[in-house]
């Protein structure tokens, strides 16, 4: 929101602001009243609802909100509380009659950025000293012109061996916004980022992505897509994260080995995947995998036999086995160690650490 000049006071945990008169205030962007019923429904609670219809992204205005008391009895009008900051409001009298009408003005903010053109302002007034008994009021709105990025962050997955990625990234761009209108920068690890906005027939729109990655480090890395209307002024951004894909994947985790006697037992899901090729927005790639996998294990020093049934092209149940006679001294002070497994695949092995634990321990 906008920074407000302000004194805050905290009362039994709700916010109040309180305005101060001889400080500067900032503009105000709009001005409705809307006429409303006080009613109460089926269990017995009391609401009132209003539709204020479209209102400005980052704005600031007046909602005066003439309500008559449709109750059928008096009605105690107390103190207003909100969790939110974004509105304040004050009521015009105590006690309203029945079919009587009262006045709530308030002064509210539309949120600075959002991914969601359809709003939803809530706070109550209190019928009791003690605050049990509310009014709760509840005002819909719609932001028009919206433009931002689908997803606040995204992940690029990509093999060791690629120079370069493509990938896309969806965009909600709600009319009387255009595609037109929008400029877009990458900052950080992105700067020199490729794009090209995409309109598809369906009329959504696509932010094109391409970028030389050279080598990537093993935690990957990130960059900033910023994006703004030049017609209205409003800005989104999304944090893309580029690292390299995972090419062994073991489940569950940890692996838990449970005692039988002298031996300790487990078994697991792996799936390797070698070729696939992921971005923000799936695409049709070809899908490579390897059509068997031979795989070796040790924990706490010593060798867990595995027993390998392939179910699929690239995925496996493991059997794993400690025993005795594999010379693992000690389990007991291990909780949640670490086991490591070899796979075997087109002559090449591949090594992935996996956390286990064991039950039962003898």
Not at 151 to 166: F, P, R, W, Y
Not at 216 to 225: K, S
């Amino acid at each position: 929101m906008r920074n407000r000049k302000a004194t805050i006071l905290c009362t039994a945990g709700f916010l109040i602001w309180l305005a101060t008169a001889a400080l500067p205030q900032d503009p105000i962007d709009f001005e409705l009243t809307r006429s409303v019923d006080l009613v109460q429904n089926a269990g017995g609670y009391y609401r009132i609802e209003s539709n204020l219809g479209e209102l400005p992204l980052n704005s600031r205005g007046k909602v005066k909100l003439v309500v008559s008391n449709a109750v059928g009895q008096d009605v105690q009008v107390g103190s207003y509380y909100s969790g939110c900051a974004c509105i304040t409001a004050s009521v015009s009298q105590q006690k309203v009659a029945a079919n009587g009408v009262f006045e709530i003005n308030l002064l509210m903010e539309t949120q600075q950025s959002t991914k969601n053109s359809s709003q939803m302002a809530a706070f109550s007034i209190a019928r009791s000293k003690d605050g049990t008994d509310d009014i709760s009021i509840r005002l819909a709105y719609r932001i028009p012109g919206l433009v931002a990025f689908v997803d606040t962050m995204g992940v690029v997955e990509v093999s060791n061996e690629a120079k370069s990625k493509n990938f896309t990234i969806p965009l909600i761009v709600e009319a009387p916004a255009r595609a037109d209108d929008l400029a877009f920068k990458a900052t950080g690890a992105f700067a020199k980022l490729k794009h090209h906005l995409r309109t598809s027939a369906e009329g959504n729109c696509y932010l094109d992505c391409s970028i030389d990655i050279g080598t990537i480090p093993e935690a990957g890395f990130a960059g900033e897509i910023l994006l703004e209307d030049r017609r209205t002024g409003i800005k989104d951004s999304t944090l893309v994260i580029l690292k390299k894909r995972s090419k062994v994947t073991i489940a569950p985790a940890p692996i838990t080995f449970r005692r039988n006697g002298d031996t300790y037992t487990a078994s697991a899901i792996v799936r390797v995947d070698l070729e696939k090729q992921l971005s923000v927005a799936e695409s049709e790639s070809p899908i490579v995998q390897p059509e068997k996998i031979d795989c070796t294990g040790t924990v706490a020093g010593g060798i867990v036999a595995v027993k390998v049934n392939d179910l699929s092209a690239g995925v496996a149940r493991l059997h794993l086995v400690i025993t005795p006679e594999n010379s693992i001294e000690d389990l007991e002070n291990y909780g949640n160690s670490n086991m490591f497994l070899i796979f075997k695949l087109k002559g090449a092995n591949f090594v992935e650490k996996c956390a286990v634990d064991f039950l039962n321990k003898r």
